[in-house]
């Protein structure tokens, strides 16, 4: 999956928690979102908000997609709330290689 068609597929499915997302749909999303956010901040604090806000759903959607992708539910994210270790533990598992069989698809 090339760049282009990761950002196309993640704002097409904006707020769809079903389904799989494979490994370079998911970080090419992720440097989009460091690209976009860094410029938009750039340009100002309230357009940082705004496109924060407007990439909220389709950020959890699309992450919530690829820990279906390795077999665990997608409220895992909410372990990104533990400081430091959430968000190492969840960069580990986004990093994992897809699961064959998985019970989300």
Request: with cysteine; net charge positive; hydrophobic share 50%.
């Amino acid at each position: 999956m090339t760049f282009i068609e990761s950002i196309q597929t993640c704002f097409r499915k904006y707020g769809e928690f079903n389904g799989r997302a494979s490994r370079p749909e998911f970080w090419w999303w992720v440097l989009f979102m460091v690209i976009i956010s860094m410029a938009a901040q750039t340009i100002g604090q309230t357009v940082g908000a705004l496109v924060s806000l407007a990439t909220l759903l389709p950020s959890l959607a699309v992450t919530s997609r690829r820990l279906h992708d390795i077999n665990r539910s997608g409220w895992w994210q909410l372990i990104g709330f533990i400081p430091l270790i959430g968000l190492l533990i969840m960069i580990y598992w986004c990093v994992q290689p897809s699961s064959a069989q998985s019970r989300y698809g």
